[in-house]
C-alpha cells in the first residue's frame, strides 16, 4: 500500500509528539493526549486515510491511560463530598487500599480532626481535607467509621488503648502500695501500746496497782468509813471523789455505791471543813444530774441541806452549802415545791438579811432568778414539746409551783432591792434582773417603796455618766448600756 507524502509527515510529526504524549499519559490525562495530537494533525488532514490513521493513534492512547489509571491504587483520589461538612478548606474521602510497605507511619482517626504529616498513611474510608487557613492536610473518621463508633456501640465495646491500660495498671499498682502502707502503719500504731491485761501485770511485778474510777471510787468510801481514817485523809479522800463525781457516770455510781449517805453524814460533821468538802462534793454530783437529784431527794438530802445552811456559821461553809442547794433545784420541780414547803425562802431570807458582804445575797437573787425564768420558759414553750416528750409532765409540775406567791408573801418584794446599794456592777445587775422577773407580783411594793425609785435614779445617772466618760476616752463598754437598759424597763413597769 501506498502511503503519501502527507501521511509520511503526519506519522513524523507523531513521533516528535511521543515525549509529549507519555508526559499527558503520566498524568492519566486522556483529553491532554487527544487535544494535543488532534492540534498536531489538523495541518496534515489531506483525505479519508490520515484523518482515520489519527483518529486510532488517539484511542489507543487513551486506552493505555484508563489502564494506568485503574492500577494506581496508592494514590489519593477525590470524591465529592456528599454533606459539605467541610468548615475550614476542602473535604476529601480517602481510601488508602492495602499498603505493601509495612513501615508505613499509619495515623489512627478519630471523630475530630487531626493533622496530617508528610509520609503519613490514613486507614481505608478515612476523611481527608486540605485546611486553607493552615495549609495543612487533616484527616478524621469516614462516615461508615462515625456510624459504627456510636455510643451504642462504644457501651457495648469495653476496649482501652494502651496508654489507658498503662495508666491503669499504675494506678493500681498505687493503690495496693497505699494500702500496705496503711496496714504497716495501722500494724505498728497497735504494737506501739499494750493491752489492759498486760499493763496490770506490768504493775503487778513492780508493785503498782492499776484501777478503774469505780474502783477508786470503792477504795476511797472504804477508807472514808474506815474508824482508822483522820480528817485529814477524809478530806483528802473527798478532794478526789470531787473530782471524780464530775462525770455524770461516776456520781450515779457513787450513789449506788451507798456514796451519798456518807457526804449527808459529813454534813452532820461538827468539823467545818468536813461539811464544807462534803457539800462540794454533794453539790458536784448533784450539778446536771436528774438521776442523782431524784436520789438525793429521796434520802432527805433538801432537809439536811436547809439545815445546815441555817445553823452553819462559816461563809466557806454556806456558799458550799448554798451551792448544793441551787444544783439540786434547778430544772427540778419537785424539790422546788419541797423546798417552799419545807421553809427554805425563810431560811434563805434569814441569810439575806445577815450577809453583809453581799456575796450571799448575790448567790440567792441568782438561784431566785433562775427558778423564776425556768418556770416562765416552760409556760411560754421555750421547750419544744414534740422533742421534749415529758414537756406536758413539766407543766403540771411547774403550775404546783408558785414560787412568785411566796416571795410576794415573804417579803422578797424589799429585800431584793436591798442588793442595789451594792457597789459592785455586777451585784446591781442580777439585782435588776431579778427585780424584773418579779415585777408581776411585785409592783405595788415598787411603786410604793420610795428608795427604790431614788436607787433607780442615782444609778441611771452614775451610769450615763460612765458612758459619756467611756465615749470621750474612746473606751465604749456595752454593759454600762445593758445596765441602764434595764433600769428603763424596770421604771417603765412602775409607771
Not at 493533622?115 to 495543612?136: D, F, I, M
Not at 437573787?365 to 409532765?393: C, N, R, W
Request: aromatic share 6%; net charge negative; charged share 25%.
Amino acid at each position: 500500500m501506498r502511503i503519501d507524502g502527507k501521511v509520511a509527515d503526519a506519522l513524523g510529526c507523531l513521533r516528535e509528539l511521543s515525549e509529549q504524549v507519555e508526559a499527558s499519559l503520566q498524568l492519566h490525562c486522556c483529553s491532554t493526549v487527544a487535544r494535543t495530537v488532534t492540534m498536531k494533525l489538523i495541518p496534515f488532514h489531506v483525505g479519508g486515510t490520515s484523518f482515520i490513521l489519527a483518529v486510532l493513534l488517539v484511542l489507543h492512547y487513551c486506552h493505555i491511560a484508563s489502564i494506568l489509571g485503574h492500577k494506581s491504587g496508592g494514590d489519593l483520589i477525590v470524591v465529592e463530598n456528599p454533606e459539605h461538612e467541610a468548615v475550614n478548606g476542602e473535604e476529601e474521602d480517602v481510601a488508602v487500599d492495602d499498603v505493601e510497605d509495612d513501615e508505613l507511619d499509619v495515623v489512627q482517626p478519630s471523630e475530630q480532626w487531626q493533622t496530617l504529616k508528610p509520609g503519613q498513611a490514613v486507614p481505608q474510608g478515612s476523611h481527608v481535607r486540605l485546611n486553607l487557613q493552615t495549609g495543612e492536610r487533616e484527616v478524621r473518621l469516614g462516615e461508615e467509621q462515625l456510624k459504627y463508633w456510636t455510643e451504642e456501640h462504644r457501651e457495648e465495646e469495653d476496649s482501652f488503648n494502651p496508654d489507658e491500660l498503662k495508666r491503669a495498671m499504675k494506678k493500681i499498682k498505687e493503690d495496693w502500695k497505699l494500702a500496705s502502707k496503711d496496714t504497716e502503719q495501722k500494724d505498728s500504731a497497735a504494737s506501739k501500746f499494750r493491752t489492759m491485761e498486760e499493763l496490770k501485770k506490768d504493775m503487778a511485778q513492780l508493785d503498782l496497782l492499776l484501777e478503774t474510777d469505780v474502783q477508786i471510787m470503792r477504795r476511797l468510801l472504804e477508807q472514808f468509813n474506815s474508824s482508822n481514817s483522820t480528817s485529814e485523809q477524809r478530806l483528802s479522800i473527798l478532794t478526789e471523789l470531787e473530782y471524780l463525781v464530775h462525770q455524770v457516770d461516776n456520781a450515779q455510781t457513787l450513789c449506788s455505791m451507798g456514796g451519798l449517805q456518807f457526804l449527808l453524814e459529813g454534813l452532820n460533821s461538827s468539823d467545818f471543813r468536813l461539811q464544807e468538802s462534803s457539800a462540794f462534793v454533794l453539790g458536784s454530783a448533784l450539778a446536771s444530774n436528774p438521776a442523782v437529784q431524784v436520789e438525793a431527794v429521796e434520802n432527805g438530802a433538801l432537809q439536811t441541806l436547809l439545815t445546815t445552811l441555817a445553823t452553819a456559821q462559816q461563809l466557806r461553809v454556806q456558799k458550799k452549802v448554798l451551792f448544793a442547794v441551787a444544783s439540786l433545784l434547778r430544772h427540778f420541780p419537785y424539790a422546788q415545791r419541797h423546798f417552799l414547803t419545807r421553809g427554805g425562802l425563810q431560811v434563805l431570807s434569814e441569810l439575806f438579811r445577815t450577809d453583809n458582804s453581799g456575796i450571799l445575797r448575790t448567790r440567792i437573787v441568782t438561784m431566785l432568778y433562775d427558778m423564776i425564768t425556768e418556770k416562765e420558759l416552760i409556760f411560754q414553750g421555750g421547750l419544744d414539746p414534740v422533742l421534749d416528750a415529758s414537756h406536758d409532765e413539766r407543766r403540771r409540775q411547774y403550775s404546783k409551783v408558785s414560787l412568785q406567791e411566796e416571795l410576794l408573801e415573804k417579803g422578797w418584794c424589799i429585800l431584793v432591792p436591798q442588793l442595789l446599794e451594792s457597789s459592785e456592777n455586777d451585784y446591781r445587775e442580777k439585782a435588776l434582773r431579778a427585780l424584773l422577773a418579779m415585777a408581776p407580783v411585785c409592783l405595788d411594793q415598787y411603786r410604793s417603796d420610795g428608795s427604790l425609785q431614788a436607787s433607780l435614779h442615782s444609778l441611771k445617772q452614775e451610769y450615763q455618766d460612765m458612758i459619756q466618760s467611756e465615749i470621750i476616752l474612746a473606751e465604749a463598754n456595752s454593759y454600762f448600756e445593758e445596765i441602764v437598759e434595764l433600769i428603763d424597763a424596770l421604771q417603765v413597769k412602775m409607771k
